[in-house]
């Protein structure tokens, strides 16, 4: 039985015969960052761990290309949004097989304009995550492909992750009660009138 081929596509690299000592310190990619973007502070965590913090939302994708082109950081492991009242946050985590190591880069948004450009042209995965953090918090990520909501029902007008939400009073657990709900509201009408039926 013969072993099968393995066809890496344009975006993959093959890393399979790198040793330990090919990894690039994370010390290293720090200094290459703070030459290339002087004005962001960029922290070393632990030896396999990086910190990139107030990234300019102007900057993001410029930010995120370097990353990708010239540091090696392949995958976008996962992102997500914070409401910090005073104004918005996206967050990213970004993985390098290249140097086995990652970084955290976060970027504030204005608390009046919750958007920021997608990285969705940079990293496929980005698309699904992009939607759930417009989906919870209403950041909107400029130029994304499809930025629906995802995880939401068709016709929801609110984004339930966003500190000021209020939860309906039936979906409130009343704690005086020894922590019981309500009675739930019926979701359908009580109304017997056929559609179309304006008498009454």
Not at 191 to 198: E, I, P, V
């Amino acid at each position: 039985m013969s072993t099968p081929t393995v066809v890496l596509s344009r975006e993959e690299k093959d890393y399979t015969g790198l040793g330990s000592r090919d990894v690039r310190p994370v010390s290293e990619l720090a200094d290459e960052l703070k030459k290339r973007f002087p004005d962001i502070a960029v922290t070393v965590k632990t030896d396999r761990r990086l910190e990139a913090n107030k990234v300019p939302r102007e900057r993001l994708l410029e930010f995120c290309t370097f990353l990708k082109e010239k540091l090696d950081f392949e995958h976008l492991t996962c992102m997500g949004g914070n409401d910090l009242r005073r104004s918005w946050e996206v967050f990213y985590h970004i993985s390098s097989y290249r140097n086995r190591c990652m970084i955290q880069v976060k970027c504030e948004l204005p608390r009046a304009d919750p958007s920021v450009e997608s990285l969705s042209r940079l990293w496929a995965g980005a698309n699904w995550h992009e939607r759930e953090t417009y989906d919870m918090y209403g950041i909107v990520f400029n130029n994304h492909p499809k930025l629906e909501r995802v995880l939401s029902p068709e016709g929801t007008d609110f984004f339930p992750f966003r500190k000021d939400f209020k939860l309906l009073e039936h979906w409130k657990i009343d704690w005086e009660n020894k922590g019981k709900r309500p009675k739930p509201q019926p979701l359908v009408s009580d109304d017997t009138r056929k559609m179309g039926d304006s008498s009454g």
